[in-house]
Nanobody, 121 residues
């Protein structure tokens, strides 16, 4: 059974930081590309970041570049999204997802249930 479980979301003040975790079970992340996505109310889901297992390359949306960092811990079979200098516009439900290839081109076929991130004073 393939399962992805996000955690680490919550309420944080602008300028604060959070680290999201995506724990995988039923498969090994080492052989997949892992992406983080987010969806705000009334808006479409957007890609935030991706980690490619082909060569460890990482990708970021322009809106988060320089503030967010994606990483993978193979021993824990977990991917992280470190979010710094958070802004109110970062408020959304954040999802992790994987595809069966090692490249970030997708498609992402397995998704977690999401974790809420709220940035507000």
């Amino acid at each position: 059974q393939v399962q992805l479980v996000e955690s680490g979301g919550g309420l944080v003040q602008p300028g604060g930081s959070l680290r999201l975790s995506c724990a995988a079970s039923g498969f090994t992340l080492d052989y997949y590309a892992i992406g983080w996505f987010r969806q705000a109310p009334g808006k479409e889901r957007e890609g935030v970041s991706c980690f490619s297992s082909s060569d460890g390359s990482t990708y970021y949306a322009d809106s988060v570049k320089g503030r967010f960092t994606i990483s993978r811990d193979n021993a824990k079979n977990t991917v992280y999204l470190q979010m710094n200098t958070l802004k109110p516009e970062d408020t959304a439900v954040y999802y992790c997802a994987v595809n069966k290839d090692v490249y970030c081109s997708g498609p992402f076929h397995s998704w977690g249930q999401g974790t809420q991130v709220t940035v507000s004073s």
